[in-house]
């Protein structure tokens, strides 16, 4: 406690509140209530309405929200996969190998999405594979950018994981692969589905390097919602961005429910 | 590990190697994958930057690129935003942390789940928001008109490069907030005490005790805050202004919109050059911070 007269500490709640609500609640407030509107030009949005939301459910916004989600759930899944296993292969291999796997892994983060986006577009617009075009270079950029992510928190958890489980399954007679499937991994689950809902999350909201690469079949919500503002149907933007944040917040909130079940085992 | 050495120094012969795989081979796949999707493309991206489309030297493209008048806009715009975001993150999210850590309030685990959720939301959302509030058309100018009669508010920063500084300072706060509320959580609230009751005021307190705690933490947030920024790409596609280029963007217009690939792969490799560096900076820092930090935390834990 550093401030100990009562007045002072209200004061400082005060400014404290002041910063936080018009900076970081206000967003989410505005573009919830745009989403409902048809004008705002004074202090409060008029002229309540549907139609943004009825128009999402008959036009290709709602395509646009499956494609989100479906790629999402393969890049997640995928980025799951591989983050786990190069976590669990750089824990056995220590020392200087589990450095360089790390940063190897690491590294997506550090280099700009743009960029990912347009070397998968240089990479794969020449033989061997061409890939130009089609959807699985949107999931493959996807996965790429949020692999980095499952594996900072998985390698995280095994980090923090108490070794004396393993050893002494292992110490009773315990072969490696049974160890790392009876119990490391109902062990890494808690951080496994939270790696997971992360993923799925930043994927669902992608941007950059999805205007690089997304093929015209095959658009995914973000881009639908720049297309939609940028030819100045804010409103309907408002109500498209309230959808994506609510599908993420329904999956986020789903995969902790699954955390609390999992962290009783 | 031990058995494979002392049977080694027993002389008893190994194990055949079938059954049990060296280690590396089961770091490969994954590796593997890696290569073909990130790294192999990467080194693509920089061989495509030196081959010119015209042909003529190697560097051809470069000259070329770093001559133009719109890749030196961009790229001062781009470090201008970039290190006033970070100056502001840092003094924004060192105050609300020490808010949120030392003047503990009710509600405040609730803002930490809240903070977590903000960062897994896409930025672009928050240009998006900024529009309805600062807007030509926005909350603040309808406010002004209404009160003065005026045809216009005098708010119509949106899209300039201050625009994209308030939504980049409002979108990357959290994420210097949460290395250093985890910081704040190690200062013994003992030497806080014991600082107040020698007399010592508040202020004092955060600049003498608190502050040299926190500075790797500071220091590392700022960091990896300075890379995101120079890595924003929704944000100052959603403001939608012509005149504020940074280098992701100009990446984006050369190879999307002009079709010129190598171009675009000159401008990515400034940006990526820049971003790793600072990266390489931030992950020594977080060693840092986390060989001092690490200690204390296993032992409590114990």
Redesign the interface.
């Known amino acids: 406690?550093?401030?100990?007269s009562s007045k002072a500490?209200a004061a400082?709640?005060a400014g404290?509140l002041l910063?936080?609500l018009p900076?970081?609640a206000?967003?989410?407030a505005?573009?919830l209530a745009?989403s409902f509107a048809t004008t705002?030009?004074?202090?409060l949005p008029s002229g309540p309405t549907l139609t943004h939301y009825q128009d999402i459910a008959r036009g290709d916004s709602l395509d646009a929200l499956v494609t989100s989600a479906l790629t999402a759930l393969a890049a997640s899944l995928l980025a799951l996969t591989?983050?786990t296993?190069?976590a669990?292969?750089?824990q056995?291999?220590g020392g200087r190998?589990k450095k360089v796997?790390d940063?190897?892994?690491?590294?997506?983060?550090?280099?700009?999405?743009?960029?990912?986006g347009?070397?998968?577009?240089?990479?794969?617009s020449q033989p061997p594979l061409l890939l130009n075009g089609t959807r699985q270079i949107v999931v493959?950029a996807h996965?790429?950018l949020v692999?980095a992510f499952a594996h900072q928190s998985v390698s995280a958890a095994l980090d923090r994981l108490d070794p004396a489980y393993e050893q002494s399954a292992a110490a009773l007679g315990a072969r490696p692969a049974y160890v790392l499937r009876r119990v490391k991994l109902p062990l890494l689950l808690p951080s496994l589905t939270a790696a997971t809902g992360?993923c799925f999350?930043?994927s669902?909201?992608?941007?950059?390097a999805t205007?690089?690469l997304y093929p015209p079949d095959w658009l995914p919500l973000?881009v639908q919602?720049?297309a939609t503002?940028?030819r100045g149907a804010?409103f309907s933007?408002?109500a498209l961005?309230v959808v994506?944040?609510a599908a993420?917040?329904i999956v986020?909130f789903g995969v902790s429910r699954i955390r609390t079940r999992a962290s009783y085992r | 590990m031990a058995s494979v050495t002392q049977r080694a120094r027993l002389g008893v012969p190994r194990a055949p190697r079938a059954r049990t795989l060296p280690r590396f081979l089961w770091a490969l796949p994954p590796v593997a994958a890696l290569g073909l999707v990130f790294l192999h493309p990467l080194v693509l991206l920089v061989r495509q930057s030196f081959t010119p489309d015209e042909g003529g030297p190697a560097t051809a493209a470069y000259a070329e690129v770093l001559a133009a008048a719109s890749f030196q806009d961009a790229l001062v715009n781009t470090v201008f935003i970039a290190a006033g975001a970070t100056a502001g993150c840092l003094a924004l999210g060192f105050a609300l942390a020490l808010v949120v850590a030392f003047v503990p309030f009710p509600g405040a685990r609730a803002l930490g789940r809240f903070i977590d959720i903000f960062l897994a939301f896409p930025s672009f959302l928050i240009t998006l928001a900024l529009l309805f509030v600062y807007g030509t058309t926005g909350v603040a100018n309808g406010v002004w008109t209404a009160a003065t009669g005026a045809a216009s508010g005098p708010l119509d920063f949106l899209h300039t490069p201050w625009g994209v500084l308030l939504a980049e300072i409002t979108y990357f706060t959290p994420f210097v907030m949460r290395p250093l509320l985890a910081a704040f959580s190690q200062v013994e609230t003992g030497q806080l005490e014991a600082a107040a009751s020698l007399g010592a005021r508040p202020w004092r307190i955060v600049r003498t005790v608190i502050l040299p705690e926190a500075l790797p933490s500071l220091a590392a947030g700022g960091a990896l805050v300075l890379v995101m920024c120079l890595n924003e790409f929704g944000i100052v596609l959603f403001t939608g202004a012509k005149d504020v280029v940074t280098l992701p963007v100009l990446v984006y217009t050369k190879a999307i919109l002009d079709g010129d690939y190598t171009g675009a792969c000159v401008v990515a490799v400034v940006n990526i050059a820049l971003s790793v560096a600072l990266y390489a900076g931030y992950r020594a820092l977080v060693a840092r911070t986390g060989r001092k930090g690490g200690a204390p935390r296993a032992r409590t834990q114990q």
């Open positions: 406690m550093l401030v100990h500490r400082v709640w404290f910063l936080l900076l970081f206000l967003p989410f505005v573009i745009a705002w030009s004074g202090a591989a983050g296993w190069a669990l292969a750089a056995r291999l190998g796997i940063t190897l892994f690491m590294l997506p983060v550090a280099v700009p999405s743009v960029a990912v347009l070397s998968l577009l240089v990479a794969f493959i996965t790429v692999t992360l999350a930043l669902m909201g992608e941007l950059s205007m690089m973000p919602i720049f503002t940028d804010l933007g408002a961005a994506l944040m993420t917040l986020l």
